[in-house]
C-alpha cells in the first residue's frame, strides 16, 4: 500500500473529487479535525479583518466545505453546484450582483480553481464598491511548496505555464496551483493594463508546515489539536525564510477609490 493510501481520510478515500457529495463530506471533516478547524479559524479571521467597514454586501466564494458564515453571519455563501449548506449556486465570472454592490469577495483555496481568472477579476471588479476588497487564502510558490505541490498533490501545480487559464474540466479536479502566485507577484507588472481598478495591496505567504500537518481535507490529521499553537510558532520563528518556506499566501486585493 502506498503511502497516499495509507494516509488518506478514510471518509473521502473513494469518493470523486467533483461529486458535491466530497464536499459536504470535507466540509463534516473540517469541523471534526481539531487541528484543521484552528486552521480554518485563522485564515477566516484574517478575511474578516480585510473586510471594509460601511455598506455593501460580503460575497464569499467556494464556501460548501467551510464555516465562514460563523464567522460573519452576513455572507452570502455560494458554491458552482448545489449544496444545502449555502445561499447561491453562481458562476464566479458571470456574478448576479449589480454594479459596487459588494464590500468584499473572500475565498479560501478558490482562485485556482477558476478556470479562466482574468475574466473573473475583471467581474469582480465591475461589482466592488470603490475601496472594497477581494481577500484570499490561497497555495503559493515557493521551492518547499513546489516540491510538496508537485509530488505530494493530487492538483496540477504548473508555475511555468503563460496563461492565467486552464481547459475546464471538473469543479475541483480542474485547477492550477500555481495561478495565484502567478497573478498576483509573477504577472503583477499587467494589472494597470488589464485591470487597472484593481492593485494588489498585500501579499503575506505563510503557513509552511501546518496545513500538512493537519492532514487537510483529503488524509488523515498528522498532529494532534492541542500542538496547532506549537506549529505556528514554530512558522513564526522561521518567517524570515517564508520566501522559501511558505505554502499558501494571505491576499489582499482592493478596488481603487477613484
Known amino acids: 500500500m502506498s503511502l497516499t493510501k495509507l494516509l488518506a481520510h478514510p471518509l473521502t478515500q473513494d469518493m470523486d473529487i467533483d461529486d458535491p457529495l466530497t464536499t459536504s463530506v470535507r466540509r463534516e471533516i473540517i469541523r471534526s479535525k481539531p487541528f484543521l478547524s484552528k486552521l480554518y479559524q485563522e485564515w477566516y479571521k484574517r478575511l474578516a479583518h480585510d473586510i471594509p467597514v460601511g455598506d455593501?454586501?460580503?460575497l464569499e466564494l467556494g464556501s460548501?466545505?467551510?464555516?465562514?458564515?460563523?464567522?460573519?453571519?452576513?455572507?452570502?455563501?455560494?458554491?458552482v453546484f448545489f449544496l444545502d449548506s449555502v445561499d447561491a449556486v453562481l458562476d464566479a465570472t458571470q456574478l448576479p450582483f449589480r454594479d459596487a454592490a459588494l464590500k468584499a469577495i473572500v475565498m479560501v483555496d478558490v482562485l485556482h480553481h477558476i478556470p479562466n481568472s482574468e475574466a473573473f477579476l475583471l467581474e469582480a471588479s465591475r461589482c466592488l464598491k470603490p475601496g472594497g476588497v477581494i481577500s484570499l487564502i490561497e497555495p503559493w510558490v515557493t521551492p518547499w511548496s513546489s516540491v510538496v505541490y508537485t509530488h505530494l498533490h493530487h492538483e496540477p501545480f504548473e508555475p511555468d505555464v503563460k496563461q492565467w487559464e486552464f481547459p475546464s474540466c471538473g469543479p475541483l479536479s480542474g485547477a492550477n496551483g500555481a495561478l495565484p502566485w502567478i497573478i498576483c507577484s509573477r504577472d503583477s507588472h499587467v494589472w494597470d493594463d488589464l485591470l487597472p481598478?484593481?492593485?494588489?495591496?498585500?501579499?503575506?505567504?505563510?503557513?509552511?508546515?501546518?496545513?500538512?500537518?493537519?492532514?487537510?481535507?483529503?488524509?488523515?490529521?498528522?498532529?494532534?489539536?492541542?500542538?496547532?499553537?506549537?506549529?505556528?510558532?514554530?512558522?513564526?520563528?522561521?518567517?524570515?525564510?517564508?520566501?522559501?518556506?511558505?505554502m499558501f499566501a494571505a491576499i489582499t486585493i482592493r478596488k481603487n477609490n477613484s
Do not use: C, H, N, Q
Not at 65 to 78: C, L, N
Not at 203 to 210: A, E, G, R, V
Not at 213 to 232: E, H, I
Open 56 to 58: 455593501g454586501m460580503v
Open 197 to 246: 481598478d484593481l492593485r494588489v495591496e498585500s501579499i503575506t505567504p505563510d503557513w509552511p508546515f501546518s496545513y500538512l500537518a493537519s492532514g487537510g481535507v483529503s488524509m488523515r490529521s498528522l498532529s494532534p489539536g492541542w500542538s496547532f499553537s506549537s506549529w505556528r510558532f514554530l512558522e513564526k520563528l522561521l518567517s524570515p525564510l517564508r520566501t522559501k518556506l511558505a
Open 64 to 79: 460548501g466545505a467551510g464555516f465562514f458564515k460563523d464567522i460573519i453571519p452576513e455572507t452570502i455563501t455560494s458554491e
